[in-house]
C-alpha cells in the first residue's frame, strides 16, 4: 500500500509514464503527474506579484486545465501571507530573486512565469533556466537584442522551452482576422491600420529607461506590431518612424512619449502604426484589402475584441480568458515536446524590428530589417 506522499507520486509518475509511454520524464516532475485521474496539470510559479500576476496571470491559472499556480518569487516579503493564503502555497515554494536558483531543487515546479519589468526579463529567464525550468515570458521579451539571444541560448542549454505572453495569438477574433488575410476572403492584403495607446503615471518604472527599454512603443505598440505580423502572416522588410511631440518632457526624459511608424512587408503590403502615452485613444487594427475591409476595435482588451467586417458581417466569436490559454498551450507543448506557439525568437524578432523603429525615429532614415 502506497502511504507516503514521496512513494505516492513516485508511483503516480511511474504508471503515468508506463501508461502513455511518455517520452520526456526528465521535463515532467511531479506537480505534472499528482493530478490523479485529470489532465496532467504543471506546476507554474510567477516571478513578480505586480498588477498583471495579481490581476489577471494568478486568477487565470485557477480556469485553465494543464496548470497549477504552485510558487511564487516576490521582493515584498509583506506579499507572501496573502498569496500564500489566497493560493494554497506552502513555504518551501516561496523564493525572492536572489535564491530563486534553489527552485532546482524543488520538483513542485515545471514553469516560471517571468511577469517583472522589462528590463529583468533575462535575469529572471536566465535564473530559472539554470534552476532546470520551462519559462514563459511575458512581453516585450526584453529590451535588447543581446538580451534575447542571452535568454534563448540559456533555455536551449538546459534543454527547457520558452515562450512569450502574446496573448492577442490565443484570441479567437485575431485568429479569424488572420483567417480572412490567409484565405484572402477579401483579396490580396494592401495596408493595415494599427493602434495602440494607454495614459501612464510618471512614477512608474515603465519611464525608466533600463527598466522599460523604451516607452509605449515597447509596452502597447508592440500589440499593433503583433497584429500586422500576425494578421498578415509575413515580416517587415523595412521600417520608417517618427516620435511625437512631447507634452510632459519631465515624465518622458527617458522614453519617448508616442510614435508613428510604417512598416513594409513582402508582397506589397504597408502598415501605419501609431502609439501613445499621453492619449489612450488608439485600440485596434483596420486591414484594407483589394475587394474590402475588416478589423478589431477595441482588439487588444485583456479576454475580449471585436470586430466588422465591409461586408456587414460582424466579427465577434465567444470570448475566452487569453491568459489561461497561452498558458495551458504552452504546457501542452511540454507535455507533448512540442515547439511553443510563440518561440523565443518570435519575441527576439519583434525586439530586433522595435529597435529599428527606434533607429528610424532618431535618424530620419529608414531602415532595413535582417528579418526580411
Ligand atoms: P507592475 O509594476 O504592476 O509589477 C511589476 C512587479 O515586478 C512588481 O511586483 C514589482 O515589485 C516587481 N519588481 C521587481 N523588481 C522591480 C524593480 N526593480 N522595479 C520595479 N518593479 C520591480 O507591472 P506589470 O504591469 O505587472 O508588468 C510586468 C510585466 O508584464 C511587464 O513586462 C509588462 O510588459 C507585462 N505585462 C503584460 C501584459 C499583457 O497583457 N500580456 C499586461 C501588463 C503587463
Redesign the pocket.
Known sequence: MITSGISRRKFIRRTALTAVGFPFVSSLTSAALAAGDGPRKLGFALV??????NGQLAPALQKTQYCQLVGIV???PSKIPIWKSRYNIPDKNVYNYDTMTQMADNPDIDVVYV????G??AEHTIKAAKAGKHVFC???MEVSVEKCEQMIAEVKKAGRKLSV?Y?CQYDPNHLECRRLAAEKVFGELKTIEAGFSRTISAN??RVKKA?AGGGPLM?VGIYALQACCLVSGREPLEVTAKFGPVSDPVKFAEVEASVDWEMTFPGGLTTKCHTSYEQGDAKGFKVTAEKGTFGLDPAFN?NSSRGTRSDGEAINLPPLNQFAAEMDDFAQCIINNQPSKVSGEEGLRDVKIMMAIYESARTGKPIKLATA
Do not use: M
Not at 513578480?48 to 500576476?53: A, D, E, I, Q
Open positions: 513578480g506579484l505586480g498588477g498583471l500576476s516576490t521582493g515584498t511577469v517583472t519589468p522589462n529583468l526579463h511575458e512581453k516585450p505572453g496573448r512608474e518604472w527598466l509596452d485583456y
